[in-house]
């Protein structure tokens, strides 16, 4: 009974912080849904990305990091700027991002036998031609180095970071164990210098949140990485999803010229993300869409 119940518990925690990947929340977490309102001015309209300009933010990334994609001027007083989606574009483009979600702990859930990552997906994007971004945990690259270095050294794909533990930045984040500080920072270079060992290239100085959430003390905590956070404004809901056309129904529904969408790339917690993509594809193309990365988007 406790057993049972612990495990139910566990489950839940997994399915939450998933959704707050933008797995089925409907909106982002509480702290960075609170953050995205405030922090609209740090988006491209009043800190415009420059080629110049970025070439100078990016200079110095960390180490495994490439220093060419554009990123946005840091937001008042240095803190780590938060990018959600181009507003001010009127042509019609649109970035799929993929969460390549796994959690430092679950070693042995995939020497089990559990599947995290997708290489159908990832296939599938290759094929219909859909410039993508992979937001790559370094526990992932870590368990799948193959694959990390093979989606990192093709120019349809940008690698960028989403932790290498998958723990909160800012607590409560979903149940999550929470970083702070010195951890969170290192935790970011932790996932650069796994993607590095993997053999990946393509990768970018964009990080996103687990669970999406953050707040001023890890935008301040992250600052010294000189990454740009990059959240979204088009939840797919395929975690856990069993349906995959209301998870492209929700996506058809949502999408902006300049949105960003949250899917993942794990068969483990999303296993319908690869047929859902295979309709999202060629429907928005023939509604006059764009694929591109977010390092196109931002730096338009
Ligand atoms: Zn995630």
Redesign the pocket.
Known sequence: MTLSVRKVAAVAALSA??AG?GGGAGTPQDGGQARMGTHAASGPTAAPASPSASASASASPLPGAPGRAPTLAPGPNGLTPVFERTRQRADKTVALTF?A?MTSDQGPRAASGERFDNPELISTLRRLQVPSTV?M?GRWAEEYPDQAKSIGTDPNFEIAN?SYS?HAFKSPCYGLPTLDGDAARSDVEQAFAAFRKAGAVNTVPYF?F??GCYDDRALRALAPAKVTAVQWDVVSGDAFAKDPDAVAEDVLAGVKPGSVVVMHCTRSAAPVTEEAVRKIVPELRKRGYRFVKVSELMGK
Request: proline share 8%; net charge negative; with cysteine.
């Open positions: 912080a998933l990947c969460d979600d937001f945990t989403h998958h996103r687990p669970g």
